[in-house]
């Protein structure tokens, strides 16, 4: 029985049969009109008495049968409501299905199976999509606040076991993911939760999108599922790092944490995997509700829509260098968007290439041609998956074990996890502090050509580390069994290092035996875990520096102003002074971050007549807070930048209006005075030029030429 609305009275009404969300009328033959009619009647009151009851219209179904003949409706609310409640009247039903086996037909049983696993079994029903994940699973959804307080009560209570591990992961949350809340004073349990939440249901998703079907999982599949055991499988090294959550995963945690993931996998089964969506960024929306539920107001989330992703990707390939094959960087990569749209392009540019050059191999080309950065350890793991889906169809022909690239660090390299305070000199002395015992990382390290020797001189750390802390425990020793100047002299021998001079050797030799014996007593003590991910990932933008032939991003949009007295925006504004893009004047406090990113980007990232295309403000082609950045990368500037193209994005794309700025690092050529471009909408694309306009100290992009005088009687900002 289920209520019902009138607009005269309520009532009660009895249903037939439901299931879940599905409310069902039978009737004796409905093939009779005037049953059919009133069959419809009753399924339209039971789905207005469901979404009266809290669920999601996208979630009810409806279904009007005579056991042969078989009606499914989806429900659309087609009135404005109000007084909170729907009437009959106020919605639609829309037919999505239909079945009838009055007729005898070949395969019949098996169709009529295949109807009621799909729309009574709910298995494989719903479209699998970034909208309906958030809408369905996400922070706002009753599956959510229904588990979000069990998935609470079990990180408390790990809090509470492992006191020691729990400070340390605190007090790197701290130094490096708090500086995204202004209002936060440290440490923050609920948003630490509600990231562990999204990155949960991410491996779930994942897991099946990777199987195609939905997985009839036992509690030790998903067990291995959140480890990344199951990934493993796959060749994948770093799909599960032991990164911020990892500790969680493990007993006596693991299995109340298996059985949330089960029940998210009872609602997964009904997402269809068989072929996914042209958008593999799956968690777009998922991330616009976490900055909104936890005023990470740093993270800048807008999701970028995947048609303004795959305009932006043509451009800046269309406009690489000599013809050169894309190796881009997102350096805010949030969910993915641009990982997916690039990877896609990346693939239609091999198969062409490919015709000529045989030699070439498929995967090493999609690993070089999009890496991802970004602040946020919620953002990388749904990158990763972003990464993964997208090359998914060729993972059965990889033949050796990778690393997605997508790294956990501040692409502006303000803060990392080892530091107390942001700092904005690129090229100061890096000083690993592991639990209180500091070790310098040599210089000669920190290069971009040696991001090899650095991977594999960690991972040879670790190895040992490890091994000597496990063989101290079996033997019963009080500590792990290293010499330091056995590991000296282990390292100075390596080959990894045959290239190196004497004092870069004697330097690197005695960081890596200081870090093994450190990272061995620390694991020894059941406090290690998490330094080799932070260790891996938080330094990869030196290790990356000049990489790069192309920058594509959507960064974060935030005045300055609104981080009040955040040691990161203090860090930021030093960096704005260095690249000459401060405020003028009264305009001061409202120091964009998009400029900040775009102009690091294009000074660190990328090489030399590299590319780059941004999603800025529109702001920025007028505001008087963007003047400085619009002089130092307009006609006039010295600067080694050239824009080449400006377009304004459509109305209602993003929530405040956007423009996006393609150009150029060129150290021969300066942005001309009149800029083609277009307006850019999701099915159309409308050509328009801009104009360098000057007046007084004001300097503008203007879509109209001016002269002077007009300029100084009236409005010329034709947006």
């Known amino acids: 029985t289920i209520k019902s609305e009138r607009r005269d009275k309520k009532t009660s009404v009895f249903v037939d049969n439901l299931d879940d969300n599905t409310a069902i009328e039978y009737e004796k033959d409905i093939r009779v009109n005037d049953l059919f009619v009133h069959g419809k009647d009753q399924v339209q009151e039971y789905c207005s008495g469901l979404i009266n009851q809290g669920i999601d219209p996208n979630l009810v179904t409806g279904i009007l049968s005579d056991t042969l003949e078989w009606h499914v409706f989806s429900v659309e609310v087609i009135n404005e409501i109000s007084g909170g409640k729907i009437m009959p009247e106020d919605i639609a039903l829309i037919e999505v299905e239909t079945l009838n086996l009055h007729d005898p037909q070949r395969g019949e049983e098996e169709l009529f199976i295949n109807f009621l696993n799909k729309h009574l079994g709910k298995k494989e029903s719903r479209e699998l999509s970034a909208e309906n994940i958030a809408r369905d699973l996400g922070l706002r959804s009753i599956f959510f606040s229904q588990r979000i307080g069990r998935l609470e009560d079990i990180v408390q209570q790990a809090f509470i076991d492992k006191k020691e591990y729990s400070k340390i992961i605190t007090k790197l949350w701290e130094n490096f993911i708090s500086y995204l809340d202004p209002d936060s004073s440290g440490f923050n349990l609920a948003t630490y939760v509600a990231e562990f939440y999204i990155t949960t249901l991410a491996k779930m998703i994942c897991a099946n999108a990777l199987a195609e079907k939905p997985l009839l999982s036992t509690i030790d599949e998903v067990k291995e599922i959140l480890i990344g055991a199951y990934f493993s499988s796959f060749q994948i090294d770093n799909m599960v790092e032991h990164d911020y959550f990892r500790w969680l995963l493990e007993e006596p945690y693991l299995t109340s944490i298996s059985e949330i993931a089960m029940e998210m996998q009872s609602d997964l089964v009904a997402y269809s995997y068989s072929s996914l969506p042209i958008n593999k960024d799956l968690f777009g929306p998922l991330m616009v509700q976490l900055a909104d539920q936890t005023r990470r107001i740093l993270l800048g989330q807008e999701w970028t829509p995947y048609w303004l992703a795959q305009k932006m990707t043509e451009g800046i390939i269309d406009n690489l260098p000599n013809n050169e094959t894309p190796r881009l960087i997102d350096p805010c990569c949030g969910s993915g968007a641009f990982i997916s749209s690039v990877l896609d392009r ?110 594999d001189l960690i991972e040879k750390v670790y190895s040992i580390a490890i091994k000597a802390s496990k063989d101290a425990k079996d033997t019963g020793l009080h500590t792990p069994n290293l010499v330091t100047n056995e590991l000296y002299e282990y390292f100075y021998k390596s080959p990894d290092l045959i290239a190196f001079d004497k004092e870069d050797k004697k330097n690197v030799a005695g960081f890596a035996s200081g870090l093994t014996i450190t990272i061995s007593k620390l694991d020894y003590q059941g406090r290690n875990g998490i330094w080799a991910f932070i260790i891996r990932n938080s330094y ?91 002089v130092e990368t307009g006609p006039p500037s010295t600067a080694k930048i050239k824009l080449r193209e400006i377009w304004e994005v459509g109305v209602n794309t993003f929530s405040n209006r956007a423009a996006v700025v393609f150009g150029a690092r060129s150290f021969r050529e300066k942005t001309p005075e009149q800029l083609s471009g277009f307006i850019v909408n999701e099915n159309r694309k409308v050509a328009k030029e801009w104009f360098w306009t000057q007046f007084d100290q004001r300097h503008i992009w203007a879509s109209e030429q001016f002269d002077d005088i007009r300029f100084a009687h009236g409005n010329i900002y034709n947006f």
Do not use: C
């Open 346 to 455: 990346a693939k239609t540019i091999y198969s062409e290439l490919s015709k000529e050059d045989t030699s070439l191999d498929f995967f090493e080309f999609l690993l070089q041609s999009m890496i991802g950065f970004d602040i946020d350890p919620v953002a990388i793991m749904l990158s990763k998956i972003t990464w993964l889906l997208s090359i998914k169809e060729i993972l059965p022909d990889v033949y050796r074990r990778f690393s997605i690239p997508v790294y956990h660090a501040d692409s502006l390299f303000l803060v990392t996890p080892l530091e107390e305070e942001p700092n904005e000199d690129f090229d100061r002395p890096m000083e690993i502090e592991l639990d209180g015992n500091v070790i310098e990382i040599p210089q000669v390290l920190l290069n971009a050509n040696k991001q090899t020797v650095f991977d």
């Open 540 to 630: 990869r933008p030196i290790l990356m520096a000049g990489n790069f032939n192309g920058v594509i991003s959507n960064p974060p949009w935030l005045a300055m102003s609104k981080l009040g007295n955040n040691p990161y925006r203090q860090a930021s504004e030093r960096l704005a002074k260095l690249y000459k893009i401060s405020p003028p004047g009264s305009s001061f406090p409202h120091l964009e971050l998009s400029t900040l990113f775009v102009m690091h980007s294009i000074y660190r990232y990328i090489s030399e007549s590299g590319s780059f295309a941004f999603v800025v403000p529109q702001t920025i082609l007028n505001g008087l807070q963007h003047d400085s950045f619009r």
